[in-house]
């Protein structure tokens, strides 16, 4: 089994320019739907799709390039912005819809809806788990629609722990970056993305082999 992990551990060095470029680049989508929509809700969860997925799907393009041919920079993270955003688009707002869903149900506050809410916040639960695999599954290796879905969540069932791993680190970093200071989240994005991009190619060369 090939460990892309050592290259993710690489070029959060060597490739800083990338890491600081990504960061502002989530940041800045981030700060637009916060702007539009604050707080959580199905609005702010669609809006986070539709604005923050196409610019994750480029960074994540590019981060799978840094562990996989170590071919990184921040003009290959630009061209793959504009190359993978219908992509990344296409991905996130699944996701995306059905966790809407889920708070939907939740705010109806009636028992006609705990199972609708427990139908949706699992699926929603699973599919955003999913998420973590299905945007490297979809910009780099070209798999859509069912066959990716199916795809990403066989990983998620064969190794949890990456794509848990990688909401750990994303939660920490807007925890500290809240608390602390919120230059914390502007470093965040890049590393997450390259462990990301690492923990999925691992497992799916091991997967095939």
């Avoid at 809006?47 to 923050?52: K, Y």
């Avoid at 997925?53 to 003009?75: E, F, H, Q």
């Avoid at 502007?186 to 190619?201: H, I, Q």
Wanted: contains cysteine; positive net charge; charged residues 10%.
């Amino acid at each position: 089994m090939t460990n892309h992990l050592p290259a993710a551990f690489k070029a959060l060095w060597h490739e800083l320019p990338l890491v600081a470029a990504s960061g502002v680049l989530v940041c800045t989508a981030t700060a637009v739907v916060v702007l539009l929509s604050p707080g959580i809700s199905p609005l702010s969860v669609l809006l986070g799709a539709i604005v923050i997925s196409p610019v994750w799907a480029g960074v994540i393009a590019t981060t799978d390039a840094v562990v996989l041919k170590d071919r990184g920079g921040v003009p290959q993270l630009l061209r793959n912005l504009w190359k993978n955003s219908a992509a990344g688009l296409e991905v996130g707002i699944v996701p995306g819809l059905v966790v809407a869903v889920a708070l939907v149900n939740w705010h109806a506050i009636s028992p006609v809806f705990a199972v609708p809410f427990a139908i949706s916040g699992c699926a929603g639960v699973l599919l955003l788990l999913a998420s973590c695999y299905a945007f490297s599954l979809r910009v780099t290796s070209g798999l859509r629609g069912k066959r990716l879905w199916f795809t990403a969540l066989h990983l998620v069932a064969r190794a949890p722990m990456v794509p848990l791993g990688v909401l750990a680190l994303a939660f920490v970093a807007l925890l500290l970056g809240t608390s602390v200071t919120a230059s914390l989240l502007l470093l965040a994005p890049g590393p997450v993305a390259l462990f990301a991009s690492a923990g999925t190619w691992t497992e799916k060369d091991a997967l095939h082999r």
